[in-house]
Structure formats: structure tokens, C-alpha cells
């Protein structure tokens, strides 16, 4: 379905269900060029519009980098306020589509996450590491703070505490600190196949429930638990009105697997 598609810097294939979307331009270790960032967003909106795509896996080409940040000579060129907040709002876009997609994201983080790279993966709903994976927020040692999205969604996933710390000293942590401070879901030797293996399970349920999981999740993390809650009840009745939710508690009862259909 995606055949005709001509990226540069990017790759996006169909596994059935599944897209794997790979950033590629590993010269450069997959950093975010403002060409890449628009193919992102070319990518990320034709998922959204193909109806046989049920989830989403990220990932970068080689094995030294998922995306070692936003590209550091565009960057170099900036030198005014205009033109700093429309290179971060223009990031921030692609990375809001990414994240508000209906269907469960996983970035899949082989060698360095680092910047912009970091923002991507955290714009996915869940990340699996390798166990040689580096990850880390270093813009502040350029002279920059994080542009798209990090300072918001790091501390609204691991805690502003520990999303300080990382901020403030730049440093970079491996998978299994980032594994304990939930900063990744999974640390797995075959990355892609455990992203595969998660992704298939997510599959198996309702389609409908996910987005609206989703969507709770995200509308709820700036609200009060109150006005959380009322949207809670709000989605879970539009769930129960669904022929899925049907199927689903018909096929708990007769003792057999539902079969859903995204309806
Ligand atoms: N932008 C542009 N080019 C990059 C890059 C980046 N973010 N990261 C790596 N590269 C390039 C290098 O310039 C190098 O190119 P050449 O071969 O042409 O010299 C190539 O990729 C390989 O990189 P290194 O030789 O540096 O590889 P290394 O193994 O010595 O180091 C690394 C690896 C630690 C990841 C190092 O490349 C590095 O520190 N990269 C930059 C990381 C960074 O600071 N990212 C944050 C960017 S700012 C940002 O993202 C702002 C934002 O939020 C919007």
C-alpha cells in the first residue's frame, strides 16, 4: 500500500497489519533534518489515513543510532528568536501527529536516542531498548534546550525529578537505567522482534478500546482527576455502544477468542 512512495531519508513498510517506519540516513547517525521531519509527518499522516494499519513501529537504520538528534549543521544555522521557534514548533508538529495517532506506537531504540531522537521515541506510547542503547536529552551542552516536546513529555512520563536530572546534566543513561526509571518499557537483545512481539499483542485487542485508551491517557495528563474521570465514563460509554465490545464479552462467555472488527 505505501509502494509508490518515494522517501529519501526515510523507509516505511507493511507487515500485514503492521508499519515499520525506519529513519534512514545513517551517515548522519538518522538525525532529524528539516526534510526528515516533513517526511515523518507525510509518513505519520498517511498511517492515520490507512484503515488496514493497526499499529506503528519506529525505528532507526544501522545499528549505532536510533536518531542521534536534531541535525546539528540546520541547527547551526539558526541565530534569531524567529527562527529558533518555528524550527521547534515546526518538530513539535510532527511529533504531536506521531503521538495523537489512534493506534499504539513503539519506538524501537537500537544504540543512540539522543535530542530530537529522544523526543521521537518519547512521542511513541511505549519504547524497547537494546541493551547497548544510550539515551539522553544534551541540548543544553549546545547552548539549546530540547525543542520537540522533550521538556514537556519527560517529566510527564519519568517525573520532573529524575526528567531534571537528565535535563540539567545532559548525561546519558543506558538501557537498564533508562528500563528503571521507566524512561523505556522493554530492554531486549532483539529489539525489533520484541517490538513485533508487543505490537501483536496489542493487536489482539479491540482496536476502538486503544484509541480510546488513548485518548483518555492523553486528554486526562492535564486535568484534574475529576474532569479525568468524566471522560473516563464519557469514552467507556462510546466503547460499550461498539458491535467490538459485543464480541468481546460474547466471546468470554461461549469460551472462545473475539473477533474483532474496529466497529
Ligand atoms: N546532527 C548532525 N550530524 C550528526 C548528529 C546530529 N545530531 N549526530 C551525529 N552526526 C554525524 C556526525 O557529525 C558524523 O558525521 P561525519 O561522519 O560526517 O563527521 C556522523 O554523524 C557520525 O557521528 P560521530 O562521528 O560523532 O560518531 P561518534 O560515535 O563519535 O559519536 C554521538 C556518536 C555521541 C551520538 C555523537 O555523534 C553526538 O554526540 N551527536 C550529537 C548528539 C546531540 O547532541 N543531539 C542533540 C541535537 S540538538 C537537538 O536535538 C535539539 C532539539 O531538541 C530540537
Redesign the pocket.
Known sequence: LFDELEFSNLQLDQHGPLAVLTINRP???N???TDTLAEIGQAVDLIAENADISALILTGAGE??F?????????SEMNNVYSGRE??LG?QEVMQSLSNLPLPTIACIQ??A??????LALACDIRVASPHA?L????A??G?????G?TQRLPRLIGSGRALDLLLTGR?VGAEEALAMGLVNYVSDEPLSKAREVAEQMMRNAPISLALIKEAVRRGAHLSVEEGMEIEADLFGMAVATSDFAEGTRAFLDKRRPEFKGE
Open positions: 551517515k548522519a547517525l538525525a532529524l533534518n549505532k543510532a536518531v542521534a538528534g536534531a541535525d546539528i549543521s540546520e541547527l524550527l521547534s518538530g544504540g543512540f539522543l535530542g530530537g531522537g529522544l523526543e544510550r539522553g536529552l544534551p541540548e551542552g549546545l539549546v534546550i530540547p525543542g520537540f522533550g546519558q
